[in-house]
Each structure stands twice: as structure tokens, then as C-alpha cells.
């Protein structure tokens, strides 16, 4: 078991995920109160899907708890291609957030590979 605090993807994933929550408080205003929904709820799943990894088990277990993390964040980038296109991101903005989420993906494929990297070594 992991202290999910000392892992960066976390730390980061984490931090995306607030300022996400603080960067799309209009969208209810502007009529898209359920892309706002879907978008915090997936970058929320990022953090949490690496917590709960944190207390799996096994290593596979583990992993697979990183895997489904990987999805969040497609599913995040996926929601903010759909909120740029709506127009409801300043093009800054909209860059920074998925920017941050495309890189935070590759922290966490990368890790996941470590993880099952240990686990084949350990057999």
C-alpha cells in the first residue's frame, strides 16, 4: 500500500481537477450545466481512481486501477474538446487545461508500465 500524497501524477491530477471545478462555474449560466457535470466528474476520477489503486493488493490490481485513470483522462480531454468547441474556454485557457491533461496521461501510462514492470520482475 502507497501513500498516494507522494505520487506526482496525483499531486497534479489533483490540482487539475480544482482548477477545473474553479474555471467552469459559467458554463450553467451559458446553458451547458451537464458538459460541466461530465468534465469535473472526469478530472475528479483521475485523482481518485490513483487513490484507490493505492490500496489495492497486488501490483495488477494496482495497475488496473491506473488503466481506468488513463480513461478519466481521455474522457476529460474529451470534454474540454467539447467545451472549446462550444466556445465556452478562452483559447488560453482551454490549451492549459488540456495541455496539463494530456501530460498528466502520460505520467500515469508511465507509471502503470512500472508498476507492472515490478510485478513481472517479483515473479
Not at 476520477?45 to 485513470?69: H, M, P, Q, W, Y
Not at 480531454?77 to 483559447?91: I, N, Q, T, V, Y
Request: charged residues 25%; hydrophobic residues 35%; aromatic residues 8%.
Amino acid at each position: 500500500m502507497q501513500d498516494f500524497k507522494h505520487i506526482r501524477a496525483w499531486q497534479r491530477s489533483h490540482t487539475l481537477a480544482i482548477n477545473l471545478h474553479k474555471s467552469v462555474g459559467h458554463f450553467s449560466r451559458a446553458g451547458h450545466s451537464h458538459l460541466r457535470s461530465q468534465l469535473t466528474r472526469a478530472a475528479d476520477t483521475i485523482a481518485s481512481n490513483i487513490v484507490e489503486g493505492c490500496g489495492a493488493a497486488t501490483n495488477k490490481e494496482f495497475a488496473r486501477f491506473l488503466d481506468i485513470s488513463i480513461k478519466s483522462a481521455n474522457e476529460t480531454e474529451h470534454h474540454l474538446l467539447s467545451a472549446r468547441d462550444l466556445g465556452l474556454f478562452k483559447p488560453d485557457e482551454w490549451q492549459k487545461l488540456s495541455g496539463e491533461t494530456v501530460e498528466i496521461r502520460k505520467m500515469i501510462y508511465v507509471y502503470r508500465k512500472k508498476i507492472i514492470q515490478s510485478d513481472r520482475d517479483s515473479t
